[in-house]
Nanobody, 123 residues
Framework: QLVESGGQLVQSGGSLRLSCAAS????????MGWFRQAPGKEREFVAA????????YYADSVKGRFTFSSDDAKNTVYLQMNSLKPEDTAVYYC??????????????????WGQGTQVTVSS
């Protein structure tokens, strides 16, 4: 089970940190990712962390502003979001998969999903 938290309303230019706590599985054994879905749009890739390399991957739209980190001891991953823009408004989903070699931005490659947390950025 993946449980996200940290989403809220924030002003443009502000920061948020999303958390995703995993139970029943160890985050260090899975490729972990963040996706988001805005109203009327398809779910899109935001960031992922590879295993065992721990290399992080980002969508171009968030590169330089968002940082994905993993605290394996707490079995939790985080998405630090800085310089937020109104276009970042979406429901953010934490996801995990056991496959190490599929494309990181491929939604269908992920097996487990959280319930999502709403991030709203006001202009």
């Amino acid at each position: 089970q993946l449980v996200e938290s940290g989403g809220q309303l924030v002003q443009s230019g502000g920061s948020l940190r999303l958390s995703c706590a995993a139970s029943g599985r160890t985050v260090s054994a899975y490729v972990m990712g963040w996706f988001r879905q805005a109203p009327g749009k398809e779910r899109e890739f935001v960031a992922a962390i590879g295993r065992p390399s721990r290399t992080t991957y980002y969508a171009d739209s968030v590169k330089g502003r968002f940082t994905f980190s993993s605290d394996d001891a707490k079995n939790t991953v985080y998405l630090q979001m800085n310089s937020l823009k109104p276009e970042d408004t979406a429901v953010y989903y934490c996801t995990a998969r056991s496959s190490l070699f599929s494309k990181y931005d491929l939604t269908s490659s992920y097996q487990y999903w959280g319930q999502g947390t709403q991030v709203t950025v006001s202009s």
